[in-house]
Structures are given as C-alpha cells and as structure tokens.
C-alpha cells in the first residue's frame, strides 16, 4: 500500500471529496464533513481494504491524511 493509493481510496468512500483535493498533509477533519458516521465508515473502510482495526482513539490523536497511514501502515500484518 502506498499514500496514494490510501487517499484515492478514501476519495472513493466520501463522495463529498473532490478527486485530487486530499494530500498527505490534509487535515482530515476539514477536508470533508466529519462526524461520528462519517468516522465509523471510514473505520469499516480500513478493516475491509486493508485488514486492520483502528479505533476512535487513533482518529483523536490523528490530524493528517499521513497520521492515517502510518497507524495503518504500522499494523497491516
């Protein structure tokens, strides 16, 4: 898995993204209206795409696109 192709799968998932508008160092929260389901899919997109879990707690401690993916990156087995 490389930072592009994490991005242009979250772009997929939220048709509120304009393609091309998110980069690694986006600020998640701002690129889109985050709220607590938006949080809950994009936890369920992880799990299905890439076979991990990540919590709430990871989002809260997470500011960036880049913050994502390397949580993710660090526990893809």
Same mark, same amino acid.
């Given at each position: ?9 979250? #772009?997929?998932?939220? #048709? ?5 508008? &998110?980069?690694?160092? /986006? ?8 709220? /607590? ?7 369920? &997109? ?15 401690? /997470?500011?960036?696109?880049?913050? &994502?993916?390397?949580?993710?990156? #660090?526990?893809?087995?």
């Amino acid at each position: 898995m490389n930072i592009e192709k994490f991005i242009q799968d979250i #772009e997929t998932e939220f #048709e509120d993204l304009t393609p091309g508008a &998110l980069k690694p160092e /986006s600020i998640f929260r701002d690129a889109f209206d985050w709220n /607590s389901v938006n949080a809950l899919i994009f936890i369920a &997109l992880v799990n299905t795409e890439y076979n991990v879990v990540i919590t709430a707690d990871d989002l809260r401690k /997470s500011k960036t696109v880049n913050d &994502l993916f390397v949580i993710i990156q #660090e526990r893809i087995k």
